[in-house]
């Protein structure tokens, strides 16, 4: 077995349900620490964070992750226990195998492998791993990079495991992540008896031709690394649980994904010109989830696709597409940032899994990427 695979099962034996970190961030800093580097362990709130660096000049260079993961559900419906990291015909079987532990493994690893071989390299190595990605998001990797930040302390190309790969290792890169900004609407009423319309004020009636032309505006045409922006409602409610009762009010919750090509101000200003277009009585409320951000084809993305290529042999393709990643708190302070990691086909599933052939190779493309960029 080799010592990726055995680092990711000792994470995945871990059972750190966020924002529970559960040892994990203790073993990999004390290997971390064995290496040199300064180890630095942030407690906010809920939440353990970790920051280590080895050097102090640039060009800087960091890995990021998470080790929390999702909760497990139903554990009847797991074929192998989610925390005992089973293998079986190849693949690592766990919570958190693909999303990320097994990105951190290879990280660690890759990381001992290339100090090992250059003690001397130029620049700064450094990790920042936190236990609050799977959750509310707000101790974790944010508040880390407000640390960093008000200490000038700048990283110039960041790589985050996310497992990126759809269907094979390294046949999708992250190089850039679409906006994310949530509304919660309502829409205010009369209620009434369903046979005295004339007495009552439908929220629901009155908010149909809105919501729909909310539905059908272009609200831009994306660009060459992103789709257009896009609208969808995610939670509609309404209504006593009477069918003879009109509402009083309306609670619509709807999301933006959105390019570069448009600003959450913008588009916070152009629905609420749809809305008072039609007449509507309403309370409107924000979450800006996160910003977009790009990393165009330059050094870390071509050093990327190229370190791809040298372990796989399989050509890459830059994307925007998915969710959102702590690498949008990262880019936000000019970093250029990544994302790369395993296959994504069973992350927050039942019987999440990832190949250990596959883990292997995540090492040593990481590997690769250090040498190109630091050795």
């Known amino acids: 077995m080799s010592e990726v695979v055995k680092l990711a099962q000792a994470l995945i034996q871990r059972a750190s349900v966020t924002p529970d970190d559960a040892g994990c961030q203790q073993l990999i800093n004390e290997r971390l620490a064995k290496l040199g580097f300064a180890v630095e362990e942030h407690f906010f709130v809920d939440t353990l ?22 909760p497990v559900g ?5 074929q192998h226990p989610p925390f005992a990291a089973i293998i079986e015909d190849d693949m690592l079987h766990g919570r958190g195998a693909a999303d990320m532990k097994g990105s951190l493994a290879a990280m660690v690893v890759a990381t001992e492998r290339f100090i090992n071989k250059h003690p001397n390299h130029t620049g700064s190595l450094s990790f920042l791993i936190t236990s609050d990605e799977e959750g509310p998001f707000v101790n974790g990797t944010t508040r880390v990079v407000d640390l960093l930040e008000a200490r000038n302390e700048k990283i110039d190309m960041c790589l985050v495991g996310e497992p990126s790969s759809r269907h094979e290792l390294g046949d999708v890169v992250k190089n850039g992540r679409r906006g994310s900004l949530t509304g919660h609407l309502k ?101 800006l989830n ?16 190229a370190a791809i290529k040298e372990v796989t042999g399989k050509q890459t393709t830059p994307e925007t597409s998915g969710g959102t990643s702590d690498g949008r708190f990262i880019a936000q302070t000019g970093c250029k940032v990544i994302e790369l990691g395993p296959i994504n086909a069973t992350i927050h599933q039942v019987n999440e899994c990832v190949s250990c052939t596959d883990l292997d190779q995540l090492a040593l493309i990481y590997e690769k990427i250090l040498e190109k960029l630091l050795a």
């Open 290 to 305: 996160g910003l977009p951000f790009l990393t165009e084809p330059g050094p870390l993305l071509d050093v990327t696709i």
């Open 74 to 78: 139903d554990e009847s419906q797991w």
């Open 49 to 70: 964070n970790t920051w280590a660096r080895k050097g102090d000049s640039g060009p800087h260079f960091c890995f990021a992750g998470h080790t929390d993961v999702v």
């Open 187 to 287: 829409v205010i009423g009369k209620q009434g008896h369903v046979a005295y319309p004339h007495l009552a004020k439908n929220p629901i009636h009155l908010s149909a031709a809105a919501i729909a032309e909310l539905s059908q505006t272009e609200w831009d045409q994306g660009n060459a690394f992103f789709p257009a922006t896009s609208f969808q409602v995610s939670n509609i409610n309404g209504g006593t649980g009477a069918g003879n009762v009109i509402p009083g009010s309306l609670q619509v919750q709807f999301n933006f994904r959105f390019s570069t090509e448009v600003t959450a101000e913008q588009l916070k200003q152009r629905v609420i010109t749809i809305l008072d277009q039609h007449q509507l009585d309403y309370e409107l409320d924000w979450t």
